[in-house]
């Protein structure tokens, strides 16, 4: 099989490469993975008759087939070698420099630590004084300045943006109207600030919270929240005017199977009937709304009331959110 390509024949597609360059690289005893980064350049460069090109380590990594941590390495001792060059600062534009400015010569001399899977036994680096390590500095060549001392770490900068660093999750997120928290949290503050209504006050606090300046913790704000809600209800409510007794009685009537009241002067429980009485006119027609409104809830198995699925009973059923579920619901 003939693999001669005559240069006439462009259907195939060729590179030029200067001979001193080609000679230069059968010469020098460059590692495989430098080697590869260097054909590669040449191709971005030579191949497209341009002296230099912008090069990230991602994309020479695509092209060799290495991880961009190996390339920004390679690339590193190739310019510290000479064997390529840099226009501008660390992220500049790469180049393919002449082979008369390659740093190297026949014999390694003694004095040196490097071995060969960093540097070449035929390549001299430019660093004399000390031995290099991990954090040194490396001596680099650019077009425009003979040598720039670059810090290794900008040497194998990321390529793009810092990276952002994740967010602590605390179970409670604001997106400026409402407030969204976790099922288990609700259990616990539901449990700690008895007999606070805790869905009830969220809402409330995320309504003060949306036309107020932004907090920085949203849990504490809620907590401090909850907390005066608390004291306040040690107070109790005014039950004026509510048959507080009479809706009880009615529940026990129309939901024998649900789980009966033990304690009817439990002030959480009586100060929620209350709060459900003095919402809407439509909730202070007596039976007219009441019993409607425990036909529906004897027909529950299940409501969600303090982040969890429980058995209906009166206090969840006069909870704010299952009381509007239930009472607008259809029959």
């Known amino acids: 099989m003939d693999n001669v390509i005559h240069i006439s024949n462009t259907q195939r597609g060729f590179t030029r490469m200067d001979n001193s360059i080609m000679e230069a690289l059968a010469a020098v005893d460059l590692p495989a993975r430098e080697f590869r980064v260097v054909m590669a350049i040449a191709r971005q460069t030579i191949g497209y008759q341009v002296e230099s090109k912008r090069l ?9 087939n290495m991880r961009r941590d190996v390339v920004s390495k390679a690339i590193s001792h190739l310019l ?9 600062g660390s992220r ?10 390659w740093s190297f010569y026949e014999e390694k001399k003694a004095c040196l ?3 060969k899977t960093s540097h070449s036994a035929q390549i001299v680096s430019l660093v004399t004084d000390a031995s290099e390590t991990k954090t040194a500095t490396s001596l680099l060549y650019t077009k425009k300045e003979p040598l720039v001392t670059v810090p290794t770490e900008q040497i194998t900068a990321p390529q793009g943006g810092d990276v952002t660093p994740a967010e602590k999750t605390t179970g409670v997120s604001f997106n400026g109207e409402d407030f969204e928290v976790s099922s288990d949290l609700i259990t616990k503050w539901a449990t700690a600030y008895a007999p606070v209504d805790v869905e009830t006050e969220i809402t409330r606090a995320a309504a003060w919270a949306a036309g107020a300046k932004a907090k920085k913790d949203y849990r504490r704000f809620l907590v401090n929240w909850l907390a005066k809600a608390h004291r306040k209800s040690a107070n109790g409510v005014s ?3 509510v048959p507080v007794d009479q809706i009880i009685d009615l529940y026990h ?8 009241v033990t304690v009817k002067t439990d002030k959480a429980l009586r100060s929620m009937i209350v709060e459900r009485w003095n919402e809407s006119e439509a909730h202070q027609s007596g039976k007219g709304f009441w019993l409607p409104f425990f036909e529906k809830a004897n027909n529950r198995s299940q409501v969600f009331y303090r982040g969890q699925n ?5 206090e969840a ?12 619901a259809q029959q």
């Open 56 to 64: 990230s380590a991602d994309e020479i990594g695509k092209l060799t």
């Open 239 to 241: 039950e004026a005017g």
């Open 317 to 328: 059923l006069v909870s704010r959110a299952v009381f509007r579920e239930i009472s607008e």
């Open 310 to 314: 429980v058995v209906p009973r009166l």
């Open 92 to 101: 500049g534009e790469l180049g393919v420099s002449p082979s008369k400015e």
């Open 80 to 88: 510290e070698r000479r064997v390529i060059f840099r226009v501008g």
């Open 253 to 260: 009537r129309v939901c024998p199977n649900l789980a009966a």
């Open 113 to 115: 630590s490097e071995t």
